[in-house]
């Protein structure tokens, strides 16, 4: 006999599957495929059970938990590199615009030192805060839904 809801193979007289804890009885009879008729398929059929239909597919394995990023850790990467911050939460596209853009910035301020420093030092704080800012959102998504935001 099999579990209507994971396929597990299970014993009749358990009330609840060791693989995924359903109910023996929810919802009907378990899925109990039909002897072989000799064309290598199954003749059994349940509309209630799908082989090989994972219901986690698409999240986490069972019993993974995925772990919050610390803030500190984002803010000291950005410190150090503009957009290192942003690539340690994910968010490798933003990470990257932003080290080319400081990049750029950088190379123009060694000829015109007063102005495109400011704007490479506001870009630099910024920084900083957007990489505490998005693990604080990464971290609300991740409690909330237990899968991350992006």
Not at 74 to 94: E, N, S
Request: proline share 8%.
């Amino acid at each position: 006999m099999f579990c209507q809801k994971c396929g597990k193979e299970i014993d009749a007289s358990v009330a609840f599957c060791p693989g995924c804890g359903a109910s023996n009885n929810a919802g009907g009879a378990a899925y109990s495929p039909a002897p072989d008729s000799g064309q290598g398929q199954s003749q059994g059929y349940n509309p209630g059970y799908t082989p090989g239909y994972n219901p986690g597919y698409g999240g986490p394995a069972p019993g993974y938990v995925i772990p919050e990023k610390n803030s500190g850790i984002a803010i000291i990467l950005a410190f150090f590199i503009i957009g290192l911050g942003h690539i340690y939460l994910g968010k490798t596209q933003d990470g990257i615009v932003l080290l080319i853009f400081a990049i750029i910035l950088s190379a123009i301020s060694y000829f015109l030192f007063w102005p495109i420093g400011v704007v490479s030092f506001v870009l630099w704080i910024w920084n900083l805060y957007d990489a505490y800012k998005k693990t604080e959102e990464y971290n609300s998504h991740l409690r909330r839904t237990g899968n991350p935001p992006w």
